[in-house]
Structures are given as structure tokens and as C-alpha cells.
């Protein structure tokens, strides 16, 4: 028999007083696809879980207003993928959601448990990283909304406080001349963890040539830690888009990733898979923009 | 308080259970319920053998606590035993050789009807798509996608 407390919240105000009042070591559980494997392998031993897929209409839903797209953390992989938000500017959301698991994990995994996983293997950190997005956490009484970049701190490490929750993605689709893409490989094409998970939004200024900005995000840039490629896009912004950007874009790209081995891949090769990705993903996004690439 | 006790609605009955608080769905289907189409492979959400319906929509037994199917719906192969979908898809899988070890194909079933219904003419993509998640280890891949092909053109007739 498990020790292990579970709380199964009427609504989103009935988790956060239990949040602020449940004391320590108390994680919150969306759908489980992640926490209840690791739970069962023992690599997290939580005394209380706080299972909000008790709940859903709080916190299911996609809006938009002024330009920005607002989705609640338990939306499901298969709500983006039926969603018709995600097309055009933001078709990558749905590149990233086809390749996301496999059917009967898209139909309960989350928005949400995907970001606070915070780790390599969540298919949309990266993704939602290049489209620079940002988070909103609750708490009883009150919230707050940092940059999905901030909120990620370290493997499995979110900045989080003990008695919040991600309530929320807010995005906007690539401004003026502006494309996102998405590439994953994997040992197969679906159902996998990716060896190399990247994106990239890239926006050019009216003369279809010059960066305005490019974020790249990948789901490691060192060790297990999903996150931009800081130097690479400061290197990208006000270039023009040549072979000859991407190449130097490639190599320092390849000089910021510290990237480790495992059974997934080497280091090396994951590196040079990132420097592949960069060189596709621009000339994918300079041509749907309608650039030179 | 490791305990609790729940109700779901099995195949259409109504079960009230006691399970403990770690509990999967697959452990309360096979050990309690005696549903034993729901295999279970890998446990981690890798294999998708242990396949099933919640409130109609197909997900991995073994990656949801039985605490969260509280007051839901489950509907295992031995559900749509007699679903006229379901049989004339077992039917076709049989005449065409397309279970080898069988182990994967009450989920492989579970998804062939779960695409039938959304989709009377899949192309093979979506074929191949619909049963992605679950992993057949004789590989006798083309087999199912072709039965399952023929399973969903007959359905819509």
C-alpha cells in the first residue's frame, strides 16, 4: 500500500488554498504521462500530489485577444492539434504537436506538465521559447507572469514558488516579416524523446534580407536544460541572411552548446544535428517569408 | 489516507472500487475488473499495449492513476465485443493473419476502431498515425495496416 496522499481539487480557487495550506513536498499532477512513471521508479517521491486533472474547465481553453493567443496549462496536446489557431504564423505549434508523442499521449498530456517537467525531453519548451512566450503562475490571492525563458532554471528546476501553478502560455505569432519552424529528430519518427529538438522564429525587416530578430530555442543547450541559444541570435540579429550568416551562425552556435552524451546520442552528434537544424530552419523560415535564402 | 474509493463506468456498468491512492486504471481494469485484453508492456507510456478508451478518447491505461477515471467512462475490447465495427475489424485482422503473438492486438483493435469511427477512408498515413503509439514486436506492421484499411472502408458502408 503507497503512502501517498492524493488531493483531487474541485476547481482551480480549491487547489491554490490547498497549495497555499498543504504543507511540504506537495507536487502538482496535470494528466501524470511524466510524474507517474518517474513516481513509480521512485526518482520523485512526493508525500502529497495535487491532481488538478480533477478539474479542467478553469484551465482548458484557447483564447485570443489583441494579437495574443492564450492557452490554459491542461490543454491537451490533441486540443492544439484541433485547434484553428495554429496555422499559418503559428503552424510550428502543430509541426511540434504531430511529432509530440504518440495519439494516446497527446490526448492527455498537457501544455502545462509539458513546461513544468522542464527538462529535454518536453517536445514544446523549445517551440514555445522561439515564439519568446511567456508564463503565468497563480497562487491563493494572487499572480504573476514571467518569460517561459526566466521560468526555466534548471533540469526539472522551474521558478515556481511552493504555493504556485502555471495557470497559462500567452504567445503571439511572429510579428511583420516573421515565420517559426520546428525540426525533431528522434531514433523513429514518432513516440520518441528527441536527440535534438530545435526551433526558430525568425522575423526580417522590410527588406526581406536583414534580421530583424531570430530566436532559436533548443531542448538542450547544456546538460538536460532546454533553452535559447542566446549568443547565436545575438550573432543573427542585423545580419543580412546569407549562406555565409549561416555558416557563421552554424559555428557559433556550436560554440555555445554544451551538450553531454547519452544513450540517445553523443554530444557531438547532438551538436552537430543543432548546427543541421539551424541551417534548415532558416532557409525554411526565409522562404516562407519570402526572402532570399 | 492511502485509500479511496471510487466509481467508473466500466464497458457500461457502473463499478464501485476501493483502490489505493497509487493505483493505476490498467491495475484496477485487469487486477479487480478482470479486463484482461489490457496488456501491460513497458509501464512508462513507450508501448501503448495497454490501450483503452476514456470518455472516448484513447489513452494509455498504465499513465493515469485509477483516481483520476473517478466518475468516467472506460471502455475496454471486451466493451465492443459486440460493436458491429469492432467485429467486422477483429474479422478482417484474423483472415488476414494480422496478429502474430497477439499481445499488442486488443490495442491495436482499440485504435483500428477509434480511427474507424473519425475516419472511413484513412489513407495510410493516418493509418500509420492512429497506430504510432503502440509497438507490435513481431512487427507484422503491414498486416494490421492493411486489415485495418479494409476494417474502416467497410465500416462506413
Known amino acids: 500500500m503507497s503512502t501517498l496522499e492524493l488531493y483531487s481539487p474541485t476547481d482551480l480557487s480549491d487547489a491554490l488554498r490547498f497549495l497555499e495550506h498543504g504543507g511540504g513536498n506537495v507536487t502538482v499532477m496535470a494528466s501524470g504521462t511524466d510524474l507517474l512513471p518517474r513516481m513509480r521508479r521512485k526518482q520523485v517521491s512526493p508525500a502529497t500530489v495535487v491532481d488538478i486533472s480533477s478539474f479542467t474547465e478553469d484551465l482548458r481553453y484557447i483564447r485570443q485577444s489583441d494579437g495574443t493567443i492564450h492557452v490554459g496549462a491542461l490543454t491537451t496536446i490533441t486540443d492544439l492539434l484541433e485547434s484553428p489557431m495554429f496555422y499559418g504564423k503559428l503552424s510550428i505549434i502543430r509541426e511540434a504537436g504531430m511529432l509530440f508523442g504518440a495519439p494516446q499521449v497527446r490526448n492527455v498530456a498537457t501544455v502545462g506538465g509539458n513546461i513544468c517537467s522542464a527538462t529535454s525531453s518536453e517536445d514544446l519548451i523549445p517551440v514555445f521559447m522561439a515564439l519568446d512566450a511567456n508564463v503565468k503562475l497563480v497562487r491563493a490571492g494572487g499572480e504573476r507572469t514571467v518569460p517561459l525563458k526566466n521560468f526555466i532554471v534548471g533540469k526539472r528546476e522551474t521558478a515556481l514558488e511552493p504555493h504556485e501553478m502555471l495557470a497559462e502560455v500567452s504567445l503571439s505569432p511572429p510579428g511583420g516579416h516573421g515565420w517559426a519552424a520546428y525540426e525533431k529528430l528522434g531514433r523513429r519518427n514518432m513516440l520518441i524523446v528527441a536527440i535534438v529538438n530545435e526551433a526558430l522564429s525568425l522575423t526580417l525587416e522590410d527588406d526581406l534580407r536583414t534580421i530583424r530578430s531570430a530566436r532559436v530555442a533548443l531542448n538542450r543547450v547544456s546538460g538536460r536544460i532546454p533553452g535559447l541559444a542566446v549568443k547565436t541570435n545575438d550573432f543573427l540579429s542585423g545580419k543580412k541572411v546569407t549562406d555565409q550568416t549561416i555558416t557563421q551562425a552554424r559555428r557559433v552556435l556550436a560554440s555555445e552548446l554544451s551538450l553531454t552524451s547519452d544513450f540517445r546520442g553523443s554530444g557531438a552528434y547532438r551538436t552537430e544535428v543543432a548546427q543541421v537544424y539551424l541551417g534548415r530552419l532558416m532557409e525554411r523560415c526565409a522562404r516562407q517569408i519570402g526572402g532570399p535564402s | ?157
Open chain 2, 1 to 157: 489516507m492511502a485509500q479511496r474509493a471510487i466509481t467508473i463506468n466500466v464497458n457500461g456498468t457502473e463499478h464501485p472500487v476501493q483502490i489505493d491512492t497509487l493505483d493505476r486504471l490498467i491495475d484496477v481494469l485487469r487486477d479487480q475488473l478482470n479486463l484482461k485484453s489490457v496488456k501491460e508492456g513497458c509501464s512508462t507510456g513507450d508501448c501503448g499495449i495497454c490501450a483503452v478508451l476514456v470518455d472516448g478518447k484513447l489513452v494509455n491505461s498504465c499513465l493515469m492513476l485509477a483516481a483520476q477515471c473517478d466518475g468516467r467512462r472506460v471502455t475496454t475490447l471486451e466493451g465492443l465485443l459486440e460493436d458491429p465495427i469492432m467485429k467486422r475489424m477483429q474479422g478482417i485482422f484474423i483472415t488476414n493473419n494480422a496478429a502474430q503473438c497477439g499481445f499488442c492486438t486488443p490495442a491495436m483493435l482499440m485504435a483500428s476502431w477509434d480511427l474507424a469511427r473519425h475516419s472511413p477512408e484513412p489513407s495510410s498515413e493516418e493509418i500509420k498515425v492512429a497506430i504510432s503509439g503502440i509497438l507490435c514486436r513481431c512487427t507484422g506492421y503491414y498486416q494490421i495496416i492493411d486489415s485495418i484499411r479494409e476494417g474502416c472502408g467497410r465500416g462506413k458502408r
